[in-house]
């Protein structure tokens, strides 16, 4: 019988060595549904991880989706700015907004915005701008250069303009023209310290592009309401949502592929150790005479599924970065950075596979009978 801890400790490995040199056409067979799967998983789990950094970077280019508004008829207070860049540490543009009516020599009202240009152009990359240079303050007697909105640019006449805010009037001059097809192409934007100059009105407002998942920006909106106590503080629902329903769709669509794969896998691997058990019978009916328990058989037989299943996911993990980084070129003609965060799922889930795949033929190694088998009955 085999008792000592030592004897049977050095027997299971001896035998876990030689089980894939017996049956090599067997193993190869097992390993090559493990490779295959966690091949799969892993270029599907890196383009979608790419994708979804992706893909927020392209949301974020579609404007503010976190909005602060001063109670109407006050300003933010004026360390508001500071605050909100202090909540988004670096994650996100946060971009003052201060707003007038003003009336054109005709006396038609105008909305005059102004605002910091340099962050503008960092939140709002998708404004069409008919000149690259965004602002050039005004100084003296020169007139204060004004990006004009599509639409403004027919009330104020285009070129140099005058605007008149409360009895002061303010000479003005178009450095460019912008086009958004929405509420901007009605406004003539001007840079914020000439706004307040002019006008004395502070920012009443400000657009924040911040970056992150969903759960992310959500927690970013309760930081700012505390900080900014007696401000509205909103998410702009269409660009969240928006990127919420289509992370969700992708992600679901990955789930539901990575699924249909593992029970490809786990039939596939269930076939080849089915197989592998009937095949060595005599073997493990000899373990069994000798004096095996039930427990060092199914370790055994458990480690080489967990050995198959570890082989599988380093030689998938490999192949499955060649093929997203692949992909990427062919489809998206965009570079695929390897995701090494995905090797620890892919190899617990080839592991796993693997286990799972060996649950029945361990339950027919139970009914194996010595006698019977070597008999040859």
Same mark, same amino acid.
């Given at each position: 019988?085999?008792? *000592?801890?030592?004897?049977?400790?050095?027997?299971?490995?001896?035998?876990?060595?030689?089980?894939?040199?017996?049956?090599?056409? *067997?193993?190869?067979?097992?390993?090559?549904?493990?490779?295959?799967?966690?091949?799969?998983?892993?270029?599907?789990?890196?383009?979608?991880?790419?994708?979804?950094?992706?893909?927020?970077?392209?949301?974020?280019?579609?404007?503010?989706?976190?909005?602060?508004?001063?109670?109407?008829?006050?300003?933010?207070?004026?360390?508001?700015?500071?605050?909100?860049? %202090?909540?988004?540490?670096?994650?996100?543009?946060?971009?003052?907004?201060?707003?007038?009516?003003? +009336?054109?020599?005709?006396?038609?009202?105008?909305?005059?915005?102004?605002?910091?240009?340099?962050?503008? +152009?960092?939140?709002?990359?998708?404004?069409?701008?008919?000149?690259?240079?965004?602002?050039?303050?005004?100084?003296?007697?020169?007139?204060?250069?004004?990006?004009?909105?599509?639409?403004?640019?027919?009330?104020?006449?285009?070129?140099?303009?005058?605007?008149?805010?409360?009895?002061?009037?303010?000479?003005?001059?178009?450095?460019?023209?912008?086009?958004?097809?929405?509420?901007?192409?009605? *406004?003539?934007?001007?840079?914020?310290?000439?706004?307040?100059?002019?006008?004395?009105?502070?920012?009443?407002?400000?657009?924040?592009?911040?970056?992150?998942?969903?759960?992310?920006?959500?927690?970013?909106?309760?930081?700012?309401?505390?900080?900014?106590?007696?401000?509205?503080?909103?998410?702009?629902?269409?660009?969240?949502?928006?990127?919420? %329903?289509?992370?969700?769709?992708?992600?679901?669509?990955?789930?539901?592929?990575?699924?249909?794969?593992?029970?490809?896998?786990?039939?596939?691997?269930?076939?080849?150790?089915?197989?592998?058990?009937?095949?060595?019978?005599?073997?493990?009916?000899?373990?069994?005479?000798?004096?095996?328990?039930?427990?060092?058989?199914?370790?055994?037989?458990?480690?080489?599924?967990?050995?198959?299943?570890?082989?599988?996911?380093?030689?998938?993990?490999?192949?499955?970065?060649?093929?997203?980084?692949?992909?990427?070129?062919?489809?998206?003609?965009?570079?695929?950075?390897?995701?090494?965060?995905?090797?620890?799922?892919?190899?617990?889930?080839?592991?796993?596979?693997?286990?799972?795949?060996?649950?029945?033929?361990?339950?027919?190694?139970?009914?194996?009978?010595?006698?019977?088998?070597?008999?040859?009955?």
């Amino acid at each position: 019988m085999i008792k *000592r801890q030592g004897s049977g400790t050095g027997m299971f490995v001896r035998m876990l060595m030689r089980a894939a040199l017996v049956q090599p056409g *067997r193993a190869a067979s097992a390993l090559m549904a493990v490779v295959v799967a966690a091949t799969v998983a892993t270029a599907m789990m890196t383009l979608y991880m790419d994708v979804q950094a992706k893909l927020r970077k392209e949301f974020r280019n579609y404007g503010a989706n976190i909005v602060v508004v001063a109670p109407e008829g006050k300003p933010l207070p004026a360390d508001a700015l500071t605050n909100v860049e %202090r909540v988004l540490g670096g994650k996100g543009i946060a971009v003052p907004f201060a707003y007038a009516v003003a +009336r054109t020599k005709e006396g038609a009202p105008i909305v005059v915005a102004g605002t910091d240009f340099e962050r503008v +152009r960092k939140l709002n990359s998708w404004w069409a701008v008919s000149s690259a240079e965004y602002q050039v303050p005004g100084s003296g007697n020169k007139p204060v250069e004004a990006l004009v909105g599509v639409k403004a640019l027919q009330a104020v006449g285009g070129g140099s303009f005058k605007l008149d805010f409360d009895g002061r009037e303010q000479q003005f001059a178009t450095s460019g023209m912008l086009r958004t097809g929405a509420a901007e192409d009605s *406004r003539v934007y001007l840079d914020l310290g000439e706004f307040e100059k002019w006008t004395g009105v502070h920012a009443s407002s400000i657009e924040i592009g911040a970056s992150g998942s969903t759960a992310e920006i959500d927690a970013t909106l309760r930081s700012l309401s505390s900080s900014l106590p007696g401000s509205e503080v909103r998410a702009v629902r269409q660009i969240v949502e928006g990127e919420a %329903r289509v992370l969700g769709k992708t992600r679901a669509a990955l789930l539901a592929a990575i699924a249909i794969i593992i029970v490809t896998a786990i039939l596939c691997v269930l076939a080849t150790l089915t197989t592998w058990v009937l095949d060595r019978r005599r073997d493990f009916a000899i373990m069994k005479a000798l004096g095996a328990s039930e427990k060092l058989i199914n370790g055994f037989f458990a480690a080489e599924a967990a050995l198959l299943g570890a082989a599988g996911a380093v030689a998938g993990f490999a192949i499955g970065i060649g093929v997203a980084t692949w992909i990427g070129h062919a489809n998206f003609h965009a570079a695929v950075q390897p995701r090494w965060s995905v090797f620890p799922a892919v190899l617990a889930g080839s592991v796993a596979v693997a286990l799972l795949s060996a649950v029945l033929p361990i339950s027919m190694l139970r009914r194996v009978q010595p006698a019977t088998i070597l008999r040859g009955e």
